[in-house]
């Protein structure tokens, strides 16, 4: 347990570090013309443009689906069921996160390693087509 929780502490705070990247960056795009996903997000009177209003139901939406993830995460980790989530709880969360990772990343390697393997085939096939030809121009 004592070499597990520094990892998770230290993946949380990737997390969140990307989190309050992903963040700015989006911010950042909000000062420009609104990018298509933007528009799909917020425009809801498709007019091409974000008023405030939207922008605000937007804002809305995003709370209200962070609320219903919170709450999905209690009810699926507050054990002792007293509408938070202490160190024991929040470990298991990393845990489960750790090793939803780890299943993204074997997917990942397996993908690659069957294009990888596709890729070998078709250099051994186009050798194979060179070698059968360079046996025609020598006959
Ligand atoms: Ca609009
Ligand atoms: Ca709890």
């Known amino acids: 347990m004592k070499t597990k929780l520094p990892l998770s502490f230290c993946m949380l705070t990737l997390a969140s ?24 997000k917020y425009d809801s009177n498709n007019d091409g443009m974000i008023s405030a209003e939207e922008k605000e139901a937007g804002k809305a939406a995003a709370k209200a689906e962070r609320e219903v993830r919170r709450q999905a995460e209690l009810e699926k980790y507050d054990e002792n069921k007293d509408g938070k989530i ?32 596709k890729k070998a085939e078709m250099e051994a096939k186009k050798a194979e087509r060179k070698a059968m030809k360079g046996e025609k121009d020598s006959k």
């Open 17 to 40: 570090l990307a989190f309050v990247v992903s963040g700015r960056a989006e911010e950042g795009k909000a000062d420009k013309a609104p990018s298509k996903e933007m528009l799909k």
């Open 86 to 117: 202490n160190k024991n709880e929040r470990a298991k969360i990393m845990a489960d996160k750790e090793a939803e990772m780890q299943a993204h990343k074997a997917e990942m390697a397996a993908k690659k390693a069957e294009r990888e393997a």
